[in-house]
């Protein structure tokens, strides 16, 4: 007879980030994920509305480059939140094998995320960012479920919280700016004209 897997309690899970810990996830988690790459303005526009508009209290600077790795760096502070700020970082997922095919535009990329603040970590985006494989490692917690409370205060599923406040302030102030401006030395050779050609 064959076993609903979606009955077992625990799945016990191999997923040997860079940390080395494995992590528990319940099986409605592991067997129906539905989703597996990410765009940036996908997981802002389905996070819930109550941490969108909290973003809109928070100002975010872009801190650093990686060039090598596409990641940018990002510190947030929100009003009534700890005064140093929180970190970030959105690295562009690697998709493609030939970079002179490598996108130009936001739409047409995956990311994945990271942030230091304990929201992500407690209240739900550090674990759906790994269920649904959006997750920039290390990871800051164990993707555990969300030890507070499995509902926000306004009822809110914590499944609808693919952001924290502060990716969400960070994100859209790097989507405002091409990709090619955040990024000029990786596109400067791939945009280069080839010898002879007109510019």
Not at 40 to 49: N, P, S, Y
Not at 101 to 104: D, V
């Given at each position: 007879m064959s076993r609903d897997l979606?009955?077992?309690?625990?799945v016990l899970a191999g997923y040997l980030?860079?940390?080395g810990r494995s992590v528990v996830l319940p099986a409605a988690d592991w067997f129906m994920r539905n989703k597996k790459a990410w765009r940036?303005?996908?997981?802002?526009?389905?996070?819930?509305?109550r941490i969108k508009d909290k973003s809109g209290r928070c100002s975010s600077r872009l801190v650093g480059v990686d060039e090598?790795?596409?990641i940018l760096s990002g510190l947030t502070k929100c009003q009534g939140g700890d005064p140093n700020g929180h970190a970030q970082k959105i690295q562009v997922r690697r998709t493609w094998t030939d970079n002179a095919?490598?996108?130009?535009e936001w739409?047409?990329?995956h990311v994945e995320v990271t942030c230091?603040?304990?929201a992500f970590q407690y209240w739900g985006p550090e674990r759906q960012s790994v269920v649904q494989n959006y997750n920039l490692p290390p990871l800051q917690g164990d993707a555990s479920l969300p030890s507070k409370n499995l509902k926000l205060k306004d009822g809110t599923p914590y499944t609808t919280v693919k952001l924290?406040?502060?990716?969400?302030?960070?994100g859209k102030l790097i989507l405002a700016d091409n990709l090619t401006d955040l990024f000029p030395g990786f596109y400067a050779e791939i945009l280069e004209p080839a010898a002879g050609e007109e510019i």
């Open positions: 979606t009955d077992s309690k625990l980030l860079s940390t940036l303005q996908e997981l802002i526009r389905q996070t819930a509305r090598e790795g596409l095919n490598a996108p130009t739409d047409q990329v230091t603040c304990p924290c406040k502060h990716l969400i302030s960070f």
